[in-house]
């Protein structure tokens, strides 16, 4: 286990170097991430480090085929690095199919091209990521498996072949009532019972087979030990018994482990955990769906005393196993013929509760790109304070108006407050982040600074508050904006005050205290002017007769903007290379703003998966067949449409202008240049040149 995993070194953060100051906070910090590191280790096999500090992401969201691409992970990677630990990721391996498929209905375990990427692009990411000190998760789906289906049959597995020994599933190791029964009608099959519940989607594992166990143990040595992941995320462990997940994890080892054991019932969860037990110690975390379920509660009811029911993050036995997450792939809400059980209001509040608790957080995907300021300030919050998986709560009040905890951490002691209540920090604590029915307050022991806008890029001036988090009353801030060391003699304000941000800039700040300059914390931000534009999508006329496009906006609140499902007819078309094509233009009002799209041939008539997100031009063909029952989009829009530019000279009184696709001005060019030389030292993408589109 490496530093990155148990202490939080963000490159947009420094500390002075000052022997003084080595000898207080600071070596209290090192000496704490060795003590760390030597309990991870010697912990490694109790399914999930001990006063362990880390944050975890869900890297992906339903039909998120576009958007979660290994390469395009791979390019968020430094910024993902920066304030999470973990990045949980679909299944990697190959489904056999032509289709996009979320990794559920696995065929394939050592063939690891999937709907996301190819092997050498997963192994790409995953190295990446670890380089950058954030691990990887795999999601592993050993509940069930299915066939490569020559002749519709549902039995006949795949043979593979890793380190030399061929690896294959027979009808031994299918459970004897997989389907409740119908497969032993039509097959010999002769595994035993199901050690857990039946799923009929496919063929369920006996997990008491030698030749299961075999299978599953190098599948997952593989994982672990060839791609690089650094855990597993075990896919609904009530498919089979806990003590498997036992046995797996003490003979692999992996770092990190959670089941999905889907069940707001905190005993159930605490007996899953308990069944995963090898050898005295506890094999796997495990999902806390009874913290997620009191989070919808208290946010669907403005009931904040919600979040005081019994569940594994508050139980002080348990917490060590607790992933907590307000919201995930199956909860969210994909489309009005699939709302799922989504939290639908304060979602900052939902996710500062998460961030300022013990057990690891997981925060989903969608909720990072919707609220990435907020989120971004709490995990810096949460680091800082050294809140981990096992941090010690003291409940301040509970009442359906104002639920308040306080949460000790390594370094400084946190307080998270909801409700509709206003609340007022008590002496020795500032508030420090606010938002919606929330606010976190940090007590001053922590000796920062603090200002309340993050690192990143924005699309227009903002002021960022400097805040002196001491126990000195007379603490001032110290800064400067080109990313120089502050000193005592450097612009100095006092806690409140506040700075303009216009431009790229370094913000250096450090808190002066008698007369000394103490922790110092560095943002960088950068202005990217946003300008309003219009995406259109084309969908090739797939000849249904009528074309219905539905869409909602990703804005949190699943906004509607074509009409309640299933949208409206499109009428609009165009000729393109002597095909008609419908399409449908869209305000893109915000640089985070993007939409999602369903085309259909009406209610309950057919309709394609969720497409998206979207936040630029798009170009769309249909299959002509349903594949479980939905049509699959192939997204043709690098073919058509868009332009690759040539060296074709510009009039020396030209100006060439480059704007990225969300509309952000990224240079201006003069005279004798031509596309190609204003696109030159960019990113691969897609970018608008003088109004045409083109891809580089």
């Not at 997620?292 to 348990?318: H, Q, T």
């Amino acid at each position: 286990m490496d530093f990155s995993t148990v202490c939080w070194n963000e490159s947009a953060t420094r500390e002075p170097t000052s022997d003084n100051y080595l000898t207080g906070k600071s070596m209290k910090r090192i000496l704490f991430c060795i003590v760390m590191v030597w309990c991870g280790i010697t912990a490694m096999a109790q399914g999930w480090p001990s006063r362990y500090g880390g944050v975890m992401l869900q890297g992906f969201y339903w039909d998120s085929f576009v958007d979660t691409q290994w390469s395009n992970l791979e390019e968020q990677s430094d910024e993902l690095s920066k304030y999470f630990d973990l990045i949980w990721v679909p299944q990697s391996g190959y489904c056999n199919s032509s289709y996009n498929n979320m990794g559920y209905a696995p065929v394939y375990w050592f063939n690891q091209n999937s709907s996301f990427g190819t092997e050498q692009q997963l192994r790409s990411f995953i190295s990446t990521c670890s380089q950058k000190g954030m691990g990887v998760i795999a999601d592993v789906v050993i509940n069930h498996r299915g066939s490569v289906g020559v002749d519709g049959s549902w039995v006949d597995f795949p043979a593979e072949t890793y380190k030399g020994v061929t690896y294959q599933l027979g009808l031994a190791d299918i459970c004897i009532d997989d389907d409740g029964g119908a497969t032993a009608q039509k097959y010999a099959v002769t595994g035993a019972k199901d050690s857990g519940e039946d799923w009929g989607g496919m063929r369920d594992l006996d997990h008491s087979s030698a030749n299961v166990q075999s299978n599953v143990l190098a599948y997952l040595d593989f994982l672990k030990n060839d791609l690089g992941y650094r855990g597993f995320r075990y896919d609904m462990t009530k498919g089979y018994a806990a003590s498997y997940t036992g046995l797996y994890n003490s003979k692999v080892s992996p770092e990190f482990s959670v089941g999905e054991y889907w069940d707001g019932n905190v005993s159930l969860l605490k007996n899953w955990l308990e069944g995963t037990r090898k050898d005295g110690a506890i094999q796997s975390a495990a999902f806390d769906f009874a913290t997620r379920y009191a989070i919808r509660d208290a946010c669907a009811g403005d009931r904040w005393s919600a979040l005081s029911a019994s569940a594994l993050a508050n139980d002080d036995s348990y917490k060590r196993y607790a992933v907590t997450f307000v919201e995930n792939h199956d909860t969210q809400y994909r489309s009005a013929s699939e709302p799922g059980d989504p939290v639908k209001n304060y979602l900052q509040a939902a996710n500062a509760y998460i961030l300022t608790m013990p057990g690891t957080p997981c925060v989903f995907l969608q909720h990072w790109k919707t609220y990435k300021k907020d989120i971004k300030q709490l995990v810096m919050l949460r680091k800082l304070a050294g809140v981990h998986n096992q941090s010690s709560t003291k409940t301040l009040n509970n009442s359906a108006s104002q639920y308040v905890v306080q949460v000790e951490g390594t370094d400084a002691n946190l307080i998270f407050a909801a409700g509709s209540a206003a609340y007022t920090p008590p002496t020795g604590y500032q508030q420090v982040a606010s938002g919606s029915r929330y606010a976190v307050c940090v007590s001053s022991s922590l000796e920062t600074p603090w200002v309340d806008v993050p690192s990143g890029s924005y699309s227009e001036a903002f002021d960022v508050t400097f805040t002196a988090v001491s126990a000195d009353a007379n603490a001032r801030l110290v800064y400067t904006t080109d990313g120089s060391t502050p000193t005592a003699s450097s612009a100095s304000v006092a806690s409140g005050a506040t700075l303009k941000v216009n431009g790229d800039m370094v913000l250096a700040v450090g808190l002066l205290s008698g007369g000394k300059v103490g922790k110092i914390i560095t943002r960088q931000y950068t202005i990217e002017q946003f300008q309003p534009y219009q995406a259109t999508v084309y969908v090739k006329d797939p000849d249904w007769g009528s074309v219905y496009l539905y869409s909602w906006a990703n804005d949190g609140k699943n906004t509607q903007l074509n009409g309640s499902w299933p949208g409206k007819v499109m009428t609009q078309t165009t000729t393109i290379e002597g095909e008609k094509w419908y399409y449908h233009t869209f305000d893109v009002t915000s640089a985070d703003y993007s939409f999602n799209v369903i085309f259909s041939k009406g209610s309950n008539t057919g309709q394609t998966v969720d497409i998206g997100p979207i936040a630029q031009d798009r170009y769309y063909v249909l299959s002509s067949t349903m594949t479980n029952g939905k049509y699959t989009v192939t997204d043709v829009t690098s073919t058509t449409g868009i332009e690759t530019p040539v060296k074709e000279r510009t009039q020396a009184d030209d100006v060439l202008t480059v704007y990225g696709i969300t509309g952000a001005k990224i240079r201006e060019m003069r005279g004798t240049s031509c596309a190609a030389d204003a696109l030159d030292g960019l990113p691969h993408g897609i970018y608008v040149v003088n109004g045409k589109k083109v891809c580089r």
